[in-house]
């Protein structure tokens, strides 16, 4: 089935340049309408919609509307929001209507391809929810790979399963963190029950304690509707907090009570509503580092750490490499719809020599990318291609990935503009597209951070 991606904006430019980018970048294809009516009848149409952009201000149907109703019967598809209005309110009324971003015209590419990207990652995660699938993962049974350490792994997450405790999984960005916890969940008591999954660094600040814990209607400015929150959607089942060391100071606080009451505060509620959760955490990034610069606090940590999981990362693993390539070059040839290809001696080599600083989900994107690129029914080694550096180089430390040369390729310097936009994007990379932690590696305020990433 193709992924198209709906765009509503009366301005046919922008329709224009949005779906270029789709195109060009993303290889997505675009149905575009220029109001919300006719956006309705295209998804009651269509089954195939993956992902709707919409403008706020349009005649016919305002983009508050349309999101209303995406709420309430499309609740599956996540949408984004591309307008001009520079009014907060409008931002905070989309997110509680259900908007996962929100982006302001004109708008800029990089934000776009990101937005998008994060977008339909969400969208797989609710579709697999709320088809009772597991992203393909229902158990221990279903994960691919058990060399190098995963075998140990598995062995805590199956007595981890079998007990209701908090479970902290560390690992290194890639490594399946989340597919694990999914796992933990389907062979736990609360299989039948809701596998809620949350990316902390991913909520705006503002937003994060009404999204984890809901808000009564008319708890501040823009809370037109009640909403239950992460929490008690989860009730019952497991709710999985994914880069829990990026959550703020004030919603930590809300997080230790949760934890250590069982109950959790809506914004603007009387009084506490009591759940049943059982909380998976997961972070790329050492706890321990973030409590000593007082980044996070202590008492949460020893709450969260009950058990500790830490998965290796694919270098580790080498084992592993054949038998992932082979299942991702399987999904590929269903996606594109072409016969099944088979890897080369040459080919796996290539892939076993590389040192895979994005670990699975890098597997996952250099094998797509070989599909596409290879003749024949047999992947060679020509068309094994790494992001930013060649197949010759491909067994270099993960540091040469995010090497900034100075100098063109004529030997001249190039403009430090040039320089400081090629450094945020790999830095970017690096921390797999999360703003607030790159600002923060970066040792720059977030402003100044995306006032650069928009001029970029």
């Not at 949408?79 to 520079?86: D, K, M, Y």
Request: proline fraction near 3%; charge should be neutral; glycine fraction near 8%.
């Amino acid at each position: 089935m193709s992924r198209d991606v709906l765009i509503i904006d009366d301005d046919r430019t922008e329709q224009r340049l949005v779906r270029a980018v789709l195109s060009e970048n993303l290889q997505l294809g675009a149905v575009c309408t220029d109001n919300g009516r006719e956006a309705l009848k295209v998804l009651k149409r269509r089954g195939d919609i993956a992902l709707v952009i919409v403008d706020l201000d349009m005649p016919v149907m305002s983009g508050h509307d349309v999101l209303e109703e995406l709420r309430k019967h499309y609740r599956q598809i996540p949408a984004i929001v591309l307008t001009g209005s520079r009014d907060l309110q409008d931002a905070v009324r989309a997110m509680k209507n259900g908007a996962c971003d929100f982006l302001a015209k004109p708008v800029n590419r990089n934000s776009l391809i990101i937005a998008v990207r994060n977008a339909l990652k969400l969208s797989v995660a609710v579709n697999a929810v709320g088809s009772g699938e597991v992203s393909g993962c229902s158990g221990f049974s279903d994960l691919l790979g058990h060399d190098g350490g995963l075998e140990t792994c598995v062995g805590l997450g199956k007595k981890a399963a079998a007990a209701n405790f908090p479970i902290l999984i560390q690992g290194e960005t890639g490594t399946g963190k989340e597919m694990f916890a999914r796992a933990i969940h389907g062979e736990s008591q609360r299989a039948s029950k809701p596998f809620i999954a949350v990316n902390c660094g991913a909520i705006p600040e503002k937003l994060i304690e009404s999204t984890l814990f809901g808000h009564e209607k008319g708890a501040f400015t823009g809370a037109i509707n009640k909403t239950i929150g992460k929490f008690r959607e989860a009730h019952g089942g497991t709710l999985f907090l994914d880069e829990i060391g990026e959550l703020p100071p004030e919603a930590q606080v809300k997080m230790l009570r949760a934890l250590q009451q069982q109950e959790i505060e809506p914004v603007g509620a009387a009084k506490p509503v009591q759940v049943d959760v059982r909380i998976i955490s997961a972070t790329h990034c050492r706890l321990e580092e973030e409590i000593a610069h007082k980044r996070f606090r202590k008492d949460l940590y020893f709450r969260l750490n009950v058990l500790q999981i830490f998965l290796p990362p694919l270098r580790m693993r080498i084992g592993d490499i054949v038998g992932l390539a082979q299942h991702f070059a399987g999904k590929a040839a269903k996606d594109h719809s072409c016969a099944l290809k088979t890897l080369s001696d040459e080919a796996v080599s290539v892939l076993k020599r590389h040192y895979w600083p994005g670990n699975v989900r890098e597997l996952e994107n250099v094998i797509y990318r070989a599909v596409a690129l290879s003749e024949g029914d047999v992947i060679k080694a020509r068309d094994i291609v790494f992001a930013d550096y060649s197949v010759e180089h491909s067994d270099h430390h993960a540091d040469g990935m995010l090497h900034v040369s100075i100098f063109d390729k004529d030997g001249a310097l190039r403009p430090l503009k040039d320089i400081e936009s090629d450094a945020i994007q790999k830095a970017l990379k690096h921390c797999n597209q999360n703003m607030t932690q790159t600002a923060r590696a970066l040792g720059i305020a977030k402003s100044t951070f995306y006032a650069k990433t928009d001029n970029g």
